[in-house]
C-alpha cells in the first residue's frame, strides 16, 4: 500500500488560528504533546506516549498546529 505524502518537510511553529498548507505527518524532535486541526473542526491532541512511541505520526489531511495543548518542540510536518 502507498501513501501519498503531499509537500516538503517543513518546521512549524504552534500558534491557534494560523493556517498553514495542508499536511499529512507530523514529528517532533523535542517529545510532549501536539494539537493538530483541521478547518473549522475541533483540535485533536496526539498525546506524548504515542508520538513517543510511533515517531512519525500519520494524521490525515490537516492545516494548523495549535499552541493551545501542544507541548512539544522542533515539530516537523509534510
Not at 1 to 10: D, H, L
Not at 44 to 53: A, N, P, R, W
Not at 59 to 70: I, L, S
Request: proline share 9%; hydrophobic share 40%; aromatic share 6%.
Amino acid at each position: 500500500m502507498s501513501v501519498p505524502v503531499t509537500g516538503q518537510i517543513r518546521q512549524v511553529t504552534p500558534a491557534d488560528g494560523v493556517k498553514i498548507p495542508p499536511f499529512n505527518y507530523i514529528k517532533s524532535g523535542v517529545s510532549g504533546d501536539i494539537a493538530v486541526k483541521q478547518g473549522d473542526n475541533p483540535a485533536v491532541t496526539i498525546k506524548q506516549s504515542l508520538s513517543d512511541v510511533v515517531g512519525i505520526v500519520p494524521v490525515g489531511k490537516m492545516d494548523e498546529v495549535p499552541a493551545t495543548n501542544t507541548t512539544a518542540t522542533d515539530i516537523y510536518v509534510w
